[in-house]
């Protein structure tokens, strides 16, 4: 999933982000496809744990994932594990400045976004809301041990779940990465929606 760049600019709390954003991209775009897989194999026990743990509280019928795009690390296998045990794997579609949901298996018909990031050729009829969604794996380019998640720059995650800032779970957000994607300080703004979950290829958030 990508976001469009931000259009704001300018201060240095923004040069900040950017430059974290930029140095971020680069580092995961850099990943070889060995060690993209290996960081997938990685994570999917590793959310499939944290997912474990969410069932205490909240049944899991419905959850969205993401096609990974540009070193992004890549959930397909959590979603593959996920159906196999009756679970609904779902996919962020792009809605004006929001997000809606569409059903995603291999064997979904796909199309090329104008981002040229595959996704279901899924009537937009068909698409869900997010509240639908029981919980949320959310691509990241950035994040910091409070669970603040930097993302491409366009917000589109932030505005989706803008009233998880004043709400309790479901949707659960849980955020996915590489752990060379953390770092000290994502410089988080106001608008910036905490996730409730960060797990890597090599640790969970909590």
Not at 17 to 42: G, P, T
Not at 126 to 147: I, Y
Not at 158 to 176: E, H, Q, Y
Request: proline share 7%.
């Amino acid at each position: 999933m990508v976001d469009t760049p931000s259009q704001n600019g300018g201060s240095e709390h923004e040069d900040a982000r950017q430059a974290l954003r930029q140095r971020l991209r680069r580092a995961r775009k850099s990943l070889s496809a060995q060690a993209l897989q290996q960081a997938a194999a990685k994570l999917q026990p590793n959310v499939m744990a944290v997912l474990d743990s969410v069932q205490q509280t909240t049944p899991l019928n419905r959850v969205a994932g993401y096609l990974a795009f540009q070193g992004e690390i890549d959930v397909c296998p959590v979603m593959d594990a996920l159906r196999v045990n009756g679970i609904e794997t779902y996919v962020p579609m792009l809605n004006g400045e929001t997000l809606q949901f569409a059903l995603w298996s291999p064997n979904t018909p796909r199309t090329t976004n104008r981002f040229g990031i595959v996704e279901p050729s899924t009537p937009k009829t068909e698409w869900l809301d997010a509240s639908a969604m029981d919980a949320v794996l959310a691509p990241l380019v950035a994040f910091d041990e409070r669970k603040h998640r930097m993302g491409m720059g366009g917000g589109f995650y932030d505005k989706t779940f803008a009233n998880r800032r004043r709400s309790s779970p479901p949707p659960w957000l849980i955020g996915v990465a590489h752990q060379l994607q953390q770092v000290p300080t994502v410089h988080s703004d106001w608008w910036d929606v905490p996730l409730d979950h960060i797990v890597t290829d090599e640790k969970s958030f909590t």
